[in-house]
């Protein structure tokens, strides 16, 4: 069974800094995009950043130059570096991963909270 862990949400001021990661488990042939979505309370759930198996990175416009996303094939886990953060990322953040076992599947973690405070 495919698992997608994540962990490093927190409190932290405006202004600081985060770490996201994100592991994937189980058994699986190849891990194609993987992703961090957001959900604000109230909101729907947003693309924040996305990585390619090749390493080809994008971001939402709210959150360039200031999220880093990576990734290490190797260990299945992607990494989101979250700096000079704002009142208005704080939400539930989701990683998520297109993995091909059988089939190719669309995965999600079970979500971790970043709060910012002022």
């Known amino acids: 069974q495919v698992q997608l862990v994540e962990s490093g949400g927190g409190l932290v001021q405006a202004g600081g800094s985060l770490r996201l990661s994100c592991a994937a488990s189980g058994t699986f042939f190849s891990i194609n995009d993987m992703d961090w979505y957001r959900q604000a309370p109230g909101k729907q759930r947003e693309l924040v950043a996305r990585i390619t198996s090749a390493g080809i990175t994008n971001y939402a416009d709210s959150v360039q130059g200031r999220f880093t996303i990576s990734r290490d094939n190797a260990k299945n886990t992607v990494v989101l570096q979250m700096n000079s953060l704002k009142l208005e990322d704080t939400a539930v953040y989701y990683c998520?991963?297109?993995?091909?076992?059988?089939?190719?599947?669309?995965?999600w973690g079970q979500g971790t909270q970043v709060t910012v405070s002022s």
């Open positions: 998520h991963a297109q993995i091909r076992t059988q089939y190719q599947g669309s995965y």
